[in-house]
């Protein structure tokens, strides 16, 4: 047995808010919508992982996603026309990421990173 795929559920009653954030800003696509569940995604192969974490390094409250993106600069960017709020960042933390904390518009911390080449 292998785990084929991990997928992130967050609880949203007006699913139709995350377009603006995950495809609008992200370049998601929607992969299914049931109305009732809406699912982004990229029909690309991604790495499977799960974290656990006490905190989201350096002393940051631990984040309820994180994604990984080719320019962290044109996300930022991106976030800030949407009109989303920057939590943390951008910074380049000492482990190799740049990265910067933003709200979905679900309240959900969303750890937007790249690793530095």
Do not use: C
């Not at 939590?87 to 482990?95: A, N």
């Amino acid at each position: 047995m292998k785990v084929k795929r991990i997928v992130a559920n967050i609880n949203a009653q007006d699913i139709s808010a995350a377009k603006s954030f995950y495809q609008d800003v992200l370049g998601l696509e929607i992969m299914m919508d049931h109305g009732w569940i809406r699912t982004y995604g990229l029909d690309e192969e991604m790495s499977i992982q799960i974290s656990f974490a006490s905190q989201g390094g350096s002393e940051t409250p631990t984040p309820d996603l994180s994604i990984e993106v080719d320019d962290v600069d044109a996300a930022l960017e991106g976030m800030k026309k949407a009109g989303f709020p920057i939590e943390y960042g951008p910074v380049d933390e000492l482990w190799g990421v740049r990265r910067f904390y933003v709200r979905d518009p679900f309240g959900k911390l969303i750890n937007i990173l790249a690793h530095e080449d």
